[in-house]
């Protein structure tokens, strides 16, 4: 059978013929583009690579000439690539059927079959062939176009057009960080200069170490200003130390920072081009160049067109003053108490001597002396403390001089206290000759000078030698320092000879004894020096074992001069105050310490050990000495019975107080029974009776008074007494008084309870006064050569308590309190107990509880 093929000849309200005419014309476009992309390809690579190459910078640097031809290079390319578009034609219906009918696997050519009729035929043919149609369009079902496939790999079998896709790709992530190429530079065809290399700045403030601030970066954000950064500027401590590091560019970006109120503008340079013979260096070009500045007044930093302003926390200067005159201690060292502080930490403080009568032309030997002050606590913000340092060997002792207090912080600032003029310690010589010695020395010491006078006194020592010296040894030791003088030509020399003239002057004075007291003071001071800086454990138990080599030789020197001079007494009598055993166990707590990475602690307590050593002499008795001890003694046992009598006084008040509550609870007696109870009429302290009446109590009370008020022109006394002794009564002792006084007011006026309350606190301050009275009477009998002189009676301390023996313990009837903590306890016990009882304001319950305990009921 032959067929008639008309296309499109189905009829319009055919709503198949509809939907397939639809995926004809999608066919047709899907295969127009699969021929178009293999065409197109070579256009849209073109464009990439040219993309990528002005991306990268290529058209901003190139030459004109080859920018020109680049430039026409690509749109000759462009051109050529676009000509090979018109030979693509429209696809045909027939390649649309076939390629339907392919992809959605239909046999039968199910849709060219709509539109075939056939050539000839009868009816029975028609209907024979619609039949075949309608079989065929029920297969034909939803028709997919799918996506075009131009088999691009058949083209490019090497994958080439991988390669502009992933330039293109690299150029604009290039470019869109630091804009090195745009697409502007395509039609700019300026000649090229000498373009500078990309850059990168980085800024950042480090605070001073001492601050414990943390550094702060400028460049960290994207606003050009960091974090911190409040109104008024980004604030900073005074100076911090500016850091600002660039990368590339040309080598002529400006750096500088402008002060605040001030128009000049301070350039900042690279730390390897600051000019030191005053020319400058080129400047670099590409590398990382980093500058330095310290940021001392508020400001403004500019780098290459950015800026950040700073606010300078101000760095006080550190304040330091005298806590007291400086006092000299009994082995004529010298003793400053100060305070000092610092807003962000003291570093370190120093006691600046300087001489005050001194000649201007004058040439010391010795430079001015050193004085190291101790502080508590390193790096501290606020310090409070004593230092002792002896500088009796030096020249200027025994002279007039000016003390100023320094202290320094970690940025170098220094401040200054007000000046002191004392007398500056000298060791006392209570051998003739040995202070003859120490003189001469001193006259050319301080004056070179006065060397002739030195060699003039030198020899009149030795004009009658067999009535002044009476110790061949000395004699000739100063044959031969007058012998030295007279060589001596430098200063040097002159120095050896006045070091030959103390070492002579300290052997006939105290013979080993200073020696012994030298090597230990250069113990103590090589360790302090150590714990100052950090040293090894190494070198700390070295220096640890050479302080107690000196420190035993030191005693047992110090044990055989005291031997020597007649003052080796009785341990049970004398007291021993400064024990060998205690200085072993202070130098142990101070090695532990250091070990365990308490330095500061060991540092504080070397100084401690100092100041015990400096207050501690073996010295010869002085005129006058026995008398003295004898006064303190009566002292001492005079304060004693005054703290007895107090205590007696405030039970008898207490009982009488206590009797009269009882009574105005229970009520008067009759009034018959008034006259059988009148207590008092032999002058006696009156006692409280069953039978007395609430008024007869009170007249008893108010009795008291005048014993009150004797007790307190007693106190005044004996405050009289140690002014007169050279001692300085304590605030405790001024306490006492004024409770002592409105105790006396309160029994004037009946109040037993008032009146037992101020008693109390009067005992209290007492015991405080009796304590600061034992301090500074020890340090007498130290300064003395003697110990704590002995007071009380019957083997009792002034306060009434059983004295220990030697170490420390108290004998009692039932064994002895081994430890001394024991001993501390239970007097703080005692202590509380007469507090609250003396407070006036226990309920009757817990008064009855603590008389109990004290034994007063």
Same mark, same amino acid.
């Given at each position: 059978m032959a067929f008639d093929r008309q296309r499109g000849k189905m009829a319009t309200g055919n709503p198949l013929a509809r939907r397939l005419a639809a995926k004809r014309l999608a066919a047709r476009a899907v295969l127009y583009l699969e021929a178009l992309a293999p065409r197109l390809l070579p256009v849209l690579l073109l464009i990439a690579a040219f993309l990528a190459l002005t991306w990268f910078g290529y058209f901003r640097h190139a030459p004109f000439w080859l920018h020109v031809v680049t430039l026409a290079a690509f749109v000759i390319g462009f051109v050529t690539l676009l000509s090979r578009l018109r030979g693509i034609a429209w696809p045909s219906v027939d390649s649309a059927d076939r390629m339907l009918e392919a992809r959605n696997a239909l046999t039968h050519q199910a849709i060219r079959v709509q539109d075939d009729r056939p050539a000839v035929g009868d009816a029975f043919g028609e209907a024979l062939w619609r039949e075949h149609q309608a079989r065929m369009a029920r297969m034909i079902g939803a028709l997919r176009t799918g996506t075009p496939e131009p088999d691009i790999a058949r083209h490019d079998r090497h994958a080439l057009r991988a390669v502009p896709l992933l330039l293109v790709a690299i150029a604009f992530a290039f *470019?869109? *960080? %630091?804009?090195?190429? #745009?697409? =502007?530079?395509?039609? *700019?065809? !300026? =000649?090229? =200069?000498e373009a500078a290399p990309d850059m990168r700045i980085d800024a950042w403030v480090t605070p001073p170490a001492h601050t414990a601030r943390a550094p702060v970066f400028l460049t960290g954000n994207a606003q050009g200003q960091p974090a911190e950064a409040a109104e008024g500027g980004i604030r900073i401590p005074q100076f911090s130390e500016l850091t600002v590091r660039v990368t590339g560019g040309s080598g002529n970006e400006t750096v500088g920072y402008q002060v605040a109120g001030e128009n000049a503008v301070t350039a900042i340079r690279p730390d390897a081009e600051k000019p030191k013979d005053g020319t400058a260096p080129a400047p670099a070009v590409g590398g990382a160049r980093t500058m330095h500045y310290k940021i001392l007044k508020d400001g403004t930093l500019s780098v290459d067109g950015r800026s950040w302003t700073f606010a300078v926390i101000p760095d006080r200067v550190p304040e330091i003053a005298f806590d007291g005159i400086p006092k000299t201690t009994v082995a004529s060292a010298l003793e400053i108490s100060f305070i000092a502080r610092d807003d962000y930490g003291l570093q370190e403080a120093h006691a600046e001597i300087v001489p005050v009568d001194q000649p201007k032309d004058a040439r010391p030997l010795y430079p001015l002396p050193e004085y190291r002050l101790d502080l508590p606590r390193r790096a501290a913000r606020e310090a409070k403390g004593t230092t002792s340092r002896n500088l009796s060997e030096h020249p200027l002792s025994g002279k007039r001089v000016k003390i100023t207090l320094v202290a320094k912080d970690a940025a170098g600032q220094e401040g200054r206290s007000q000046p002191v003029e004392i007398v500056l310690p000298a060791k006392n010589f209570f051998e003739p000759l040995a202070a003859a010695v120490a003189e001469e020395r001193q006259v050319f010491a301080l004056d070179a000078r006065q060397l002739p006078l030195a060699i003039t006194l030198n020899e009149a020592l030795t004009i009658r030698p067999e009535e002044t010296i009476a110790n061949l040894t000395h004699f000739l030791l100063i044959q031969s320092a007058g012998a030295r003088m007279r060589l001596a030509r430098s200063e040097d020399q002159m120095r050896d000879t006045a070091d030959y003239l103390w070492e002579i002057a300290l052997g006939i004075e105290d013979g080993n004894l200073s020696l012994a007291d030298r090597r230990l003071r250069d113990a103590q001071k090589a360790l302090s020096e150590a714990l100052e800086r950090n040293a090894s454990e190494e070198e700390i138990a070295r220096l640890m074992k050479e302080l107690r080599d000196a420190m035993q030789a030191y005693m047992e020197e110090l044990a055989r001069q005291a031997a020597k001079n007649g003052q080796q007494q009785n341990a049970q009598q004398q007291g021993r105050i400064l024990r060998q055993q205690d &200085? @072993?166990? +202070?130098?142990d707590q101070i090695e532990n310490l250091a070990r365990s990475g308490a330095r500061d602690q060991a540092q504080q307590m070397l100084s401690? &050990? @100092?100041?015990?050593? %400096? %207050? #501690?002499q073996a010295g010869r008795p002085q005129q006058g000495q026995g008398q003295q001890n004898d006064a303190m003694r009566q002292q001492m046992d005079k304060l004693g019975e005054l703290v007895l009598k107090q205590q007696k006084l405030m039970e008898e008040t207490f009982k009488l107080d206590q009797a009269l509550r009882d009574r105005m609870e229970r009520g008067d007696p009759m009034p018959g029974e008034e006259d059988e109870a009148q207590p008092g009429d032999d002058g006696a302290n009156p006692q409280p009776s069953d039978r007395m009446t609430a008024d007869q109590l009170?007249? =008893?009370l108010k009795k008291l008074r005048e014993q009150q008020d004797g007790l307190g022109k007693q106190l005044g006394e004996l405050q009289q007494a140690l002014k007169g002794m050279g001692m300085e009564p304590g605030e405790g002792f001024g306490q006492a008084g004024r409770e002592m006084k409105d105790a006396g007011k309160a029994l004037g006026e009946g109040e037993g309870e008032a009146a037992v309350g101020s008693q109390g606190r009067a005992l209290e301050a007492l015991r405080q006064g009796a304590q600061n009275m034992m301090n !500074?009477? !020890?340090? +007498?009998?130290q300064g003395q050569g003697q110990g704590m002189p002995q007071a009380g009676r019957n083997g009792r301390d002034p306060l009434g308590r059983e004295r220990g023996d030697e170490n420390g313990n108290v004998e009692t009837g039932g064994g002895r309190v081994p430890e001394e903590i024991d001993i501390q306890r239970a007097r703080e016990i005692l202590d509380e107990i007469r507090r609250r009882l003396g407070t006036g304001g226990s309920p009757a319950l817990e008064r009855d509880y603590l008389e109990r305990l004290l034994g007063i009921r």
């Open positions: *470019s869109y *960080s %630091n804009r090195g190429g #745009l697409l =502007a530079d395509v039609v *700019s065809f !300026q =000649a090229p =200069a &200085l @072993q166990r +202070m130098m401690e &050990l @100092q100041r015990m050593m %400096n %207050n #501690l009170r007249d =008893a !500074q009477m !020890q340090a +007498m009998g």
